[in-house]
């Protein structure tokens, strides 16, 4: 197929599916076949064509259809062709759309050894024009030089000599098919196959090579002999430069502008992979004027008016180009030239191009601007040089790179242009006639028809005359402009990168969409985007099947009319297509003449398709829209809602509706209506229709009417304003979203600095929602419990905090301001309500032509101070948040908390109320009852028709409005006095009068329903008000209904008569209430007739039954302005109502599979937050009862606490009044609801939990309602309602929010978000059915950009990274209309109030100290009032060896002789149980506490935190090796040091290697330091662990090291960058706590002996070196000091008083201990609320110590921790050192708080079997962890000491039957303390000689426990001691033979007795090295 012209269709196909087509539109009369167009181009399986099909010659074809298309004689298609065949004389267009490489034409490779170059042939030698342009190149007779382009050097030319015989003469004809060339470089000749030559040439193609495609231009020699490019080489046809206007289509033109203009105005840069390169004569000045083969401004669809540049700079330009040689800018000349070459080839008048239809909604008319008057003719410029045309000179050759544009063609103009509809025009010179149309006079008045005509592709000609009679509208004109898309993008939507439509297919695409519109349908752009999208599609399939790269068969130019005109005959004439040749005026013109000789009779068609088949420009086309209905959607669609309500204003000023008036002055039947009203009045009399309790024909006089009295009403549901389960969850979200946040590590929120929350609301300009949101606050007693107001006041006080959009609200705004910034330590939180209204730029609001509300909230909420006030957090609330979401949008996506999705709802399953919102109401319409809630008044629509085209010239909202007005009025004539007029009304309207004015005669209460008619103008609902009231008072109903006008600029009034009646209803409301809300209207029989622009989110009472939206029709074509208007009518309804009405609506399906998982899920953040805080901060648990403080202390609460709360619940939450503040509530059950809350830190992760307590006023109604009087369930309809309210629509709004077309969303989704917003690109995926609200979030936030008068316009993107500007501060509460969302945000208000005080509040352990009942008293006194212990005395004083720390409750005892006599009785059962719930209590932090990682405050910020610039590299990693005796192997620790605390070691000198840590000397006398070093074991607690010790340290330099597991180090290192860490070996990994403590150990001795070895070089003794280091763990939070007072009396007990002091006193006082050096271990004894004066009696204690030691690594040198060790291996070290005669010493007036830190820790492995046979396996028993060797036990994944401590806990009973309770009988234990469980005592005895033990004389021993023991333990040893009879015993080695030696060397045998199956080992696999040990009894 080399050089044919492809392409062609196969001829037979065509004429088949010709034929099929014709035969089915003859066939079919009412369902349209499927077009030709589809059959040909849209059937995926469509076979490759055989090159034998296609004719040699294009003419054929081209005669064939002239003889068909008769239709139009001018036409002559001979020489068009198709568009795919028309190269872009651009471009290189063959590259690809996407970014990636092209990919190669197979060629064959070059031949060995030859040059491939581009721009050189294969022999090396150049061919560039711009190398050869000055030599002489001799070519053969018949020969010519033309211009090659390659795709790879897009600037040059190559120079080639073609045989002219194969190439085109003028016409574009008579070029012989094949090829003959010669190489100008090599001087080869002959070459007969373009392919061939081109290989030799490298041309190096990526599609198969043809000379039509690569063979460009002519090259001539001008005058001075240079060779330059001359004519382009006319393959086709000889085109102007213009006639690729189809070309732009398929190829973006290459150009180089500097700015490119998006839909919305802003400046987008070139997509990657490609350079823009601004060429030095480019300036803002002239970058509309396109360089170098830019694309013709003609082709820019958006420019709005014509271009306004003078001559002047036209002129200019030209010359700057020539004057910089811009002749080959990317190869192509520019038209220097001054003067026209061929004038007639000019258009002499610039085409207005129109806006797109983003910028274009603004005016309704767009026509050329008077005021852009041109001074002369600007130079179109040509699309290519004809023969003889002047060429410019050559200058300076400056080569530029061309660039691909976007190709979305926006108008290059850099701003926009202001856009004003004309009515007439002044043109300074005369224009052609072929461009222009003169709009007929008087068209609309004859027609009764405005003509909409529809931009499509190409440009419009000028209009003239009566322009007021037409609109030109942009609605389609971007759906063809194929943006230019990333990778990505495409790849979503399933496109490739060159899938462009060709015009004829987007002319063919048009046409069969308005074809298959339905008569009442308009077109609608985001349809029409999906259509061109989905044909997009299908060509990527075709051509993927075909495998033929880009080709795809295209429609010729010729077949395009009379294909254009086979889709459209399907359509019963309601499509009509006009084909004319020069211009698309033409067509125009002939359409609107036609329009304007029509007679009403004749039938017109709704859409005219004009196209202009110009062989000059290529096709262009427009479509006329003609339809009555159509024509008038489209005009009225096109304005603003402020637009169109302002044209209504006029209409109704100017007195245009007079006529309209008139016709309504009579009824339907014809009588005069006042008359009649008159008449009827006069009939009734005085006398009025009952009020209530009778039938419509009873009457009254007014006096009585006015003084009946309904019975009163209980129901009053919606008084108790109540909280409900869905709120409380959302409130928790934003408070976990607040946290998250805080912890983002950003720094743009500090939690911990605040303690107080304050707040504003601010709501749109609506009385009623201000009135509404007060009404939330004051119910909520929210002020009183954020401690803002006190309990008497906060009724009046509440009015300060909601504040409404208006002028006012700026002085009010900046009271409010003050606040913040004079309140640094309170945390503001402004919330802007229904925050989608007026989301205007205060920019734009000067043009807004004086709108009070333009851009106030922008004003407010984008203002400085707002965004910069750290202090100061925005809450956006919208149910309709689509215009927040753009990609300029202000708030991260991370910040949108989403209404919990329905479902999850359900699963809340004990609510009784369900949320019945938009989505129900769509699909309710599949319920099938008789009544459907969504409905449509066809009747009335049809009426509505006939009036409209009577009225062409009234806007249809007008003409609704009078329809509506006549038809309630006439109904309520029907329904009272006049029957006959029934028949005149729509059944809808009069079953809803009916119903309104009957219900309240049928009871003695007098209750009815509201209606609600929304009239969006505020004049016409005046009108509407004035007139249905007269009616109404002439009819005598005025005691039966209320008519209300719902004006959010006013109060709500009613009639004196019916605040009564409500007051009655109310029961108790005191005299001077009056109605102040639409929910105070509940149950009063009314008409609310809502006007306003929009809906302002204001709730119905439940009585509300009907909504009448009949007058919103297709001018709110935007998704938020059509929800918001049905929003109205969403409600919570009863569960019955839905499943009395469909099982199929499955809303409460899921009750019985609900699960309590659902429920804690739901309720991952509870601390105990859900409670208003008494407003005592003082030290808690002084003020508000146990409940108050949140007592328990483990995240695994109580089972009562995990069940649902029950319905009994109910009966008894007792009724509280409000000011009672808080109240215990109390359960059904009588239990107290415990709180469950936990020691928070910000850290909302831990999932601290707590049930919302029912704490508070007033009686619940719904099971899981909170019944503190909370947030609103707005709407709720008790059960006697029966349905949520019934919608009645018109029929544009119902198509789009009933159709459920094929199961997609209510197509209302897919439509514009938002006026304010504009689509991204035409080119997007659709909106899912199934999209949650976070998808849809993101989906809007690719997709859509704020326009230019949109406040979030401004918010441009970081020029440097491109990342769009989010406020940290600022989140989105999103969820649908009237869901519960102010109750919500008040809730989260009082929740966050709640944290933020448990920020300051920390829950620490306060248990009693345990074993004090036989404590020694401290034989030698002390005196009291001593600060350090006496070393005398204090060695005198015994060690007390029993362990008092309540950790150790469920521990062992340890013998003494006091133990012996203790009365053994059992030791409580409970206590298992007990312990595993240890006493917490809540303590406020004070400034020396020690925090987490979430703590941020200015003063540590250095301490904690790195600047992001240094990150994390500047600490540096160090390794250490020691040699340890007793792992009697070299140990490799590595430090991790950051650069800031090097000065803490001493490094070697010539490298960095590390020689010690530095320790200061024993004399050191500095207050501010303290001397020891602090280590600080930790796991699991990355985040929880309290290691910032800045505050402990009150700032002062110390040096602290975390020591850490070696997989934990990048955990901690992230979040602790600043500490030293010691990152302990791999081989501990799975090590217990013993590890740690004996690495820190060993490393310290070993650091002290080479820094004694350091010191003494200098002259320093050994012994002054200091030699204790502190070892904490990473839960200790506060430290305090004790001090007893005087006694007054002897009989009263002292009281304590304790202090919070830092830890850097405490340290210091310690360190500075007389004789420090003697002690081996010092520490201080743990706080409990128990201490007495009496455990402070001795100042010092010598007794255990833990958690917190000073350690003396030299005198502790011989005395190790067990590294093998995970529980209570600091009892076992204390021991030894006791028996080693070792000083410990305690002070007690020091106490240490331990925080309770729910994660990490100690925590026991989970204990798996090591592999895993099934999953749901049993837990394994503490009795399974061991097993007889070799067995086929389950051998577990834990560590083999693990195994065996855990195992010794549980199994004193198996191990020492004879120890259980028996305390005069312990286990002997030799050289180990382990806990063998709390029943058995055991006596510690030391092994080595000279140590101090327990005086064990006469005691018989119950049993014998060996652990590891070592040589000091001999059989002479063993032998002093006496057993009982029967006294078991218990051997445990390392492996099993060391466990034969032991016995045979301890001569066991003879003593005691084995049995073989007394052996056990671990439950480990011998590779993890079990322990084995053995059992026997003593004989």
């Known amino acids: 197929m080399g050089n044919s012209y492809a392409g062609q269709l196969k001829s037979a196909r065509f004429e088949e599916a010709l034929h099929n087509s014709i035969e089915a539109s003859l066939r079919c009369s009412s369902v349209v076949p499927r077009p030709i167009f589809s059959q040909l181009y849209l059937d995926p399986d469509q076979h490759p ?24 004689g001018s036409l002559d298609f001979s020489n068009t062709l198709t568009v795919n065949d028309m190269e872009d004389d651009e471009d290189d267009e063959e590259m690809s759309d ?21 721009g050189f042939c294969q022999a090396g030698k150049d061919l560039r024009l711009v190398s050869l342009c000055m030599e002489q190149i001799d070519i053969p007779a018949g020969f010519l030089l033309v211009g090659a382009k390659s795709p790879n050097l897009p600037e040059h030319i190559l120079v080639c000599a073609v045989d002219k015989r194969f190439l085109p003469d003028d016409h574009g004809k008579n070029a012989l098919l094949g090829f003959s060339g010669n190489c100008i470089g090599c001087g080869e000749r002959g070459f007969r196959y373009f392919t061939e030559f081109s290989n030799h040439i490298n041309l190096k193609l990526t599609t198969q090579p043809k000379k039509q495609k690569h063979l460009k231009y002519y090259l001539v020699r001008s005058s001075q002999g240079v060779l330059s490019k001359g004519p382009l080489i006319c393959w086709k046809e000889c085109r102007s430069r213009q006639s690729s206007a189809t070309c732009h289509s398929i190829k973006p033109n290459s150009s180089v502008s500097s700015t490119v203009t998006p839909e919305n105005g802003t400046t987008n840069g070139y997509k990657s992979g490609f350079i823009q390169t601004d060429s030095p004569i480019l300036s803002p000045a002239n970058s509309a004027i396109n360089l170098s083969g830019a694309q013709d401004l003609t082709r820019n669809k958006n420019v709005v008016k014509p271009l306004a540049l003078s001559l002047q700079v036209v002129g200019k330009t030209f010359a700057a180009d020539a004057a910089n040689g811009n002749s080959s800018h990317g190869g192509k000349n520019s038209a220097t030239s001054s003067t026209p070459a061929r004038p007639g080839n000019y258009s002499l008048s610039p085409r207005p191009s129109y806006a797109s239809g983003d910028q274009g909604r603004s005016s309704s008319i767009f026509l050329p601007s008077a005021t852009m008057f041109i001074s002369g003719p600007p130079k179109k410029r040509h699309r290519g040089w004809y023969p003889g045309s002047p060429l410019p000179q050559p200058g300076l050759v400056v080569p530029v790179p061309t660039v691909r544009p976007l190709s979305r063609t926006e108008s290059l103009l850099s701003a926009p242009v202001p856009q004003t509809p004309l009515t007439g025009i002044l043109q300074p010179r005369p224009i052609p006639a072929g461009e222009t149309v003169i709009v007929p006079e008087n068209l609309l008045s004859n027609s009764g028809i405005r003509p909409v005509i529809l931009i499509g592709y190409g440009t419009l000609p000028y209009f003239y005359g009566n322009v007021g009679d037409i609109v030109v509208s942009p609605l389609l004109v971007n759906c063809y402009k194929i943006p230019q898309l990333e990778n990505k993008d495409l790849e979503q939507l399933g496109l490739t990168g060159s899938q462009l439509l060709s015009v004829e297919n987007m002319i063919l695409l048009t046409i069969q969409y308005l074809v298959r519109l339905g008569p009442d349908q308009i077109p609608l752009r985001e349809e029409f985007e999906q259509i061109m999208l989905k044909a997009m599609q299908e060509f990527t399939l075709r051509e993927r099947a075909l495998q033929m790269g880009a080709q795809w068969i295209p429609v010729s130019p010729g077949q395009l009319p009379w294909l254009a005109r086979l889709i459209a005959s399907v359509s019963q004439d309601l499509v009509h297509v006009i084909v004319t040749q020069n211009s698309l005026a033409e067509g125009i013109s002939e359409t609107l003449r036609t329009l304007s000789e029509m007679r009403h009779y004749q039938r017109l068609p709704d859409y005219v398709v004009a196209i202009c088949a110009s062989k000059i420009r290529g096709n262009e086309f427009c479509v006329v829209v003609l339809g009555q209905h159509q024509s008038r959607a489209l005009a009225e669609s096109m304005l603003t809602t402020s637009e169109f309500l302002k044209e209504i204003s006029y209409e109704l000023i100017t007195g245009k509706v007079s006529f309209l008036a008139s016709h309504f002055k009579t009824t339907s039947l014809g009588d005069d209506l006042d008359k009649l009203l008159e008449k009827m009045q006069q009939r009734r009399g005085d006398s009025v229709v009952t009020p209530f309790n009778g039938d419509l024909n009873e009457y009254v006089s007014p006096q009585e009417a006015a003084a009946m009295i309904p019975t009163q009403n209980l129901d009053l549901d919606n008084e108790t304003f109540q909280i409900y389960q869905p709120q409380l969850t959302v409130a928790r979200k934003l408070l976990s979203q607040v946290c998250a946040i805080a912890d983002s590590g950003s720094q743009s929120l500090d939690l911990g600095h605040f303690s107080k929350v304050d707040f504003i609301v601010i709501v749109p300009r609506s009385e009623v929602l201000v009135q509404q949101t007060l009404q939330r606050i004051r119910q909520s007693g929210v002020l009183v419990d954020l401690g ?5 006041t906060a009724y009046q006080r509440a009015e300060k905090y909601v504040v409404r959009l208006d002028n006012e609200i700026q002085t009010k705004f900046e009271v409010f301001m003050r606040r913040v910034k004079q309140n640094p330590y309170t945390l503001f939180v402004l919330v802007h309500d229904n925050c989608h209204v007026e989301l205007t730029s205060v920019i734009s609001g000067s043009l807004s032509h004086g709108e009070p509300s333009h851009g106030l909230a922008d004003r407010v909420i984008n203002c400085r101070e707002v965004l910069e006030a750290f202090n100061l957090l925005v809450l956006q609330v919208s149910s309709f948040p689509y215009t927040l979401q753009t990609q300029q949008s202000r708030i991260s996506s991370s910040n949108e908390v989403h209404w919990i999705q329905l479902d999850s709802m359900e699963d809340m399953s004990c609510e009784e109320k369900l949320y019945f919102g938009l989505n129900e109401y769509s699909k309710s319409l599949q319920w099938g009852i008789t009544s459907p809630l969504l409905r449509c008044d066809e009747t009335f629509e049809k009426m509505v028709n006939t009036l409209l085209e009577r009225y062409p010239r009234l806007h249809s909202m007008v003409v609704r409005c009078y329809l509506l007005i006549q038809q309630y009025s006439e109904a309520l004539m029907a329904l009272t006095t006049m029957a006959s007029l029934r028949d005149h009304s729509t059944p809808e309207t009069l079953s809803i009068m009916d119903d309104l004015i009957s219900s309240p005669g049928k009871t003695k209460s007098g209750r009815g329903h509201m209606l609600i008619i929304r009239v969006p103008s505020v004049q016409l609902a005046m009108l509407a008000k004035e007139r249905l009231q007269e009616v109404r008072d002439r009819l005598g109903l005025q005691y039966r209904f209320e008519i209300i006008l ?12 019916f605040v009564a009646r409500l007051k009655t209803w109310r029961g108790n409301e005191p005299e001077e209430w009056i109605p102040r809300t639409y929910q105070d209207l509940e149950g009063l029989p009314c008409i609310v007739i809502l006007t306003g622009k929009d809906p302002l989110g204001e709730t119905f009472p439940r009585s509300l039954k009907y909504c009448d939206l009949r007058l919103i029709d297709s001018s709110y074509l935007t998704r938020t302005a059509l929800e918001q208007e049905v929003g109205l009518a969403c409600c919570y309804v009863s569960k019955e109502v839905i499943r009395g009405s469909t099982v199929a609506l499955d809303l409460s399906g899921k009750e019985q599979e609900r699960t309590t998982v659902s429920e804690n899920e739901s309720d991952e953040l509870l601390i105990d937050l859900e409670r208003p805080q008494s407003n005592s901060s003082a030290v808690t648990g002084t003020s508000g009862s146990i409940m108050e403080n949140g007592v328990s202390s483990s995240s695994a609460a109580d089972k009562s606490q995990k069940q649902p709360l029950t319905p009994s619940f109910q009966s008894s939450a007792n009724s509280v009044g409000l000011d009672e503040g808080v109240s215990t509530g109390t359960v059904g059950t009588g239990e107290t609801l415990k709180q469950e809350c936990d020691s928070l830190g910000p850290p909302m992760a831990s999932s601290t939990t707590s049930k919302p307590s029912l704490a508070s006023s007033s009686s619940s109604s719904g099971p899981r309602a909170l019944p503190w009087p909370g947030g609103p369930v707005q709407g709720c309809r008790g059960l006697h309602a029966a349905l949520p309210p019934i919608v009645i629509l018109s029929k544009a709004a119902y198509s789009l929010l009933g159709s459920q077309r094929g199961g997609k969303l209510p197509s209302s989704s897919s439509l514009l978000p938002h006026a304010d917003v504009a689509w991204v690109s035409s080119l997007r995926p659709l909106l899912h059915k199934d999209m949650s609200s976070e998808e849809q979030s993101l989906y809007y936030r690719q997709w859509t950009s704020a326009r230019q008068h949109h406040a979030d316009y401004s918010n441009q993107p970081d020029p440097n990274s491109g990342a769009w500007a989010c406020h940290p501060r600022r989140l989105l509460l999103t969820g649908p209309p009237q869901v519960g969302k102010t109750g919500s945000y008040l809730q989260f208000l009082r929740i966050l109030f709640r944290m933020l005080i ?11 100290e345990i074993n004090t009942d036989h404590s020694e008293s401290s034989e030698v006194s002390q005196s009291e009032g001593e600060p350090w212990p006496d070393i005398e005395s204090f060695s005198k004083i015994p060690f007390d060896i029993s362990v008092h720390d309540p950790k150790y409750s469920l521990m062992s005892l340890v013998y003494t002789e006091k133990l012996a006599g203790v009365k053994q009785e059992a030791r409580k059962e409970s206590r298992a149980e007990e312990a595993r719930k240890r006493a917490t209590v809540s303590m406020m932090l004070t400034k020396y506490a020690a925090y987490n990682t979430f703590h941020h405050c200015e003063q ?28 009697g192997e070299e140990v490799q620790l590595y430090f991790i040091i950051p650069k800031s605390k090097e000065s803490h070691f001493v490094f070697s000198k010539q490298g960095k290697h590390l020689e010690s840590m530095r320790l200061p000397l024993v004399s050191d006398k500095n207050l501010n330091v303290v001397k020891s070093p602090i280590f600080t074991p930790s796991s699991g607690r990355h985040e929880h662990g309290l290691l910032n010790l800045f505050h402990a340290m009150e700032g002062i330099s110390h040096l602290h090291l975390l020591v850490v597991k070696e997989y934990e180090m990048p955990l901690y290192r992230k979040c602790w960058p600043n500490h030293i860490m010691l990152v302990l070996p791999g081989m501990f990994n799975n090590a217990g706590v013993g590890a740690a403590r004996f690495l820190i150990k060993e490393l310290s001795y070993h650091n002290l002996e080479l820094e004694r070895n350091r010191l003494e070089e200098l002259g320093v003794k050994r012994q002054c070196v200091w030699p204790f280091i502190v070892v ?17 009396s002897p009989p009263v007990e002292a009281g304590v008083s304790s202090k919070n002091v830092s830890l850097k006193s405490v340290l210091q006082h310690i360190e500075a201990t007389p004789k420090i050096v003697h002690y081996a271990i010092l520490g201080i004894q743990k706080w409990s609320s128990k201490l007495t004066s009496q455990s402070l009696k001795a100042p010092f204690s010598r007794c255990h110590v833990h958690d917190f030691i000073l350690l003396n690594i030299d005198l502790t040198q011989n005395v190790q921790y067990d590294f093998n060790r995970y529980f209570c291996e600091d009892v076992d070290f204390n021991l030894r050192t006791n028996s080693s005669g070792l000083l410990i010493c305690r002070f007690n007036n020091f106490s240490l708080m331990k925080k309770h830190v729910q994660v990490g820790g100690q925590r026991d492995f989970i204990i798996k079997p090591k592999i895993m046979v099934s999953e749901s396996l049993a837990p394994i028993l503490p009795l399974q962890y061991v097993c007889a060797p070799d067995s086929e036990h389950t051998l577990l994944a834990a560590p083999a000491q693990f195994l065996l401590e855990k195992f010794l806990q549980h199994a004193s009973f198996k191990l020492f039957p004879k120890a259980i309770r028996n305390f005069k009988s312990p286990v002997l234990a030799i050289d180990c303390y382990l806990n063998i469980g709390p029943e058995v005592a055991i006596c510690y005895i030391s092994s080595r000689p000279h140590s101090s033990n327990v005086n064990c004389e006469g005691v018989f021993f119950s049993g014998l426990l060996l652990y590891l023991c070592d040589s000091f333990v001999g059989a002479d040893l063993l032998k002093k001691f006496k057993f009982l009879k029967g006294a078991t015993l218990c051997v445990i080695c390392q492996d099993r033979s060391s466990l034969r030696q032991t016995i045979v060397r301890l001569e066991l045998e003879d003593e005691w007795q084995f049995r073989l199956r007394d052996e056990f080992q671990t439950a480990n696999s011998s590779d993890d090295k079990p322990l084995y040990f053995l059992t026997g009894r003593h004989v």
């Open 49 to 72: 064509f055989s090159s034998a099909d296609v004719k040699p010659k294009v003419e054929e074809l081209d005669k064939d259809l002239v003889h068909r298309c008769t239709q139009n």
């Open 98 to 118: 996407s970014n990636s490489p092209p990919i190669p034409y197979s060629q064959k490779p070059a031949p060995e050894g030859s040059c491939t170059t581009d």
């Open 788 to 792: 803002l107001e006190e309990n008497g």
């Open 1046 to 1057: 719902g004006n959010p600029a006013s109060e709500v009034s009613v009639a004196t008569h």
């Open 1398 to 1408: 448990r920020l300051l509040e920390v829950d620490v352990y306060d248990e009693g």
């Open 1500 to 1527: 540590c910020h250095q301490y904690m935190d790195f600047t992001s610039a240094s990150q994390m590299s500047d600490s540096t990693l160090h390794a250490f090796t020691f040699s340890s005796s007793m792992l």
């Open 1672 to 1688: 904490m763990d990473d839960s200790c939070v506060l430290w305090n000091i004790h001090s007893v007072q005087e006694q007054t």
